[in-house]
C-alpha cells in the first residue's frame, strides 16, 4: 500500500517513513516542514472523535509543498513509487586553472506499482540529487561533496557536467537514498581520471 494508506505494517511506517520525511526536509527545507507539522499538531491536539486521519496530515504536507514539488508528495505518499537511478560513467579532467570538469553518465527510470507488486514506467521529469566526492580524508571519515545539487533528470540517459575545485573521487546519483531505489549499489561510482 501507498505510505499514506499503510496499516498494521510498521516496517513500512518507521523505515520507508523515516526516508520519506528525511526526503522532504531536504526537498522543502527543514524549516517549512517543521512549520507545516507544528501547524498539524496544534490543529489536532487532544482531538476527540473523529480522529485526525493521514488525508488531514498531508492537506498541511501540501500546503507547505511548492508547486514544483507538488509531484513529490504524491510519489512518496499517494503512489508506491520506485526509482531506478543508475550511474554508468563518471569522468574528470583537470582544467588548467587546477580545477576539475566532472562528466556523469546516469540512467534515470521511475516506475508506479500497485498493491500486488505489479509494476509499469512513470512519467520521469524529477529533481533528483547528485553529487561529487573528494578521496576521504586520512581519518577516513566522509569528507563533504565538492557539488551536491538537485538536477531535473528525465527517463532515459542524462549526461551532466560539474566543474569542482579539488580532484574528485566518486560521483552519485542520489547518494543519500533520499528516494526509493531498486539497487542502492550502482548510485554511486568511482571518477576515472
Do not use: C
Not at 35 to 59: I, R
Not at 103 to 113: L, Q, S
Request: proline share 7%; net charge positive.
Amino acid at each position: 500500500m501507498p505510505l499514506a494508506k499503510v496499516e498494521n505494517q510498521p516496517y513500512i511506517h518507521y523505515r520507508k517513513g523515516s526516508v520519506v520525511m528525511y526526503a522532504l526536509a531536504d526537498y522543502i527545507g527543514e524549516a517549512k516542514l517543521n512549520a507545516a507539522l507544528k501547524e498539524y499538531v496544534q490543529a489536532v491536539a487532544y482531538q476527540g472523535p473523529p480522529y485526525t486521519n493521514s488525508t488531514e496530515f498531508l492537506g498541511y504536507i501540501k500546503r507547505a509543498t511548492p508547486d514544483s514539488l507538488q509531484y513529490l508528495v504524491k510519489d512518496m505518499f499517494e503512489n508506491i513509487t520506485l526509482y531506478d537511478n543508475r550511474l554508468t560513467a563518471a569522468t574528470a579532467q583537470k582544467l588548467p586553472d587546477g580545477r576539475y570538469k566532472v562528466k556523469m553518465t546516469i540512467e534515470a527510470r521511475k516506475f508506479y506499482a500497485d498493491s500486488l507488486g505489479n509494476e509499469r514506467a512513470a512519467q520521469f521529469q524529477d529533481w533528483v540529487p547528485v553529487a561529487v566526492f573528494p578521496e576521504s580524508g586520512k581519518d577516513k571519515k566522509p569528507a563533504p561533496p565538492l557539488a551536491l545539487t538537485k538536477r531535473r533528470l528525465h527517463a532515459g540517459t542524462n549526461q551532466l557536467e560539474f566543474i569542482v575545485p579539488k580532484k574528485p573521487a566518486k560521483a552519485g546519483v542520489d547518494p543519500y537514498h533520499e528516494l526509493v531505489d531498486r539497487t542502492l549499489e550502482d548510485n554511486t561510482k568511482a571518477v576515472e581520471l
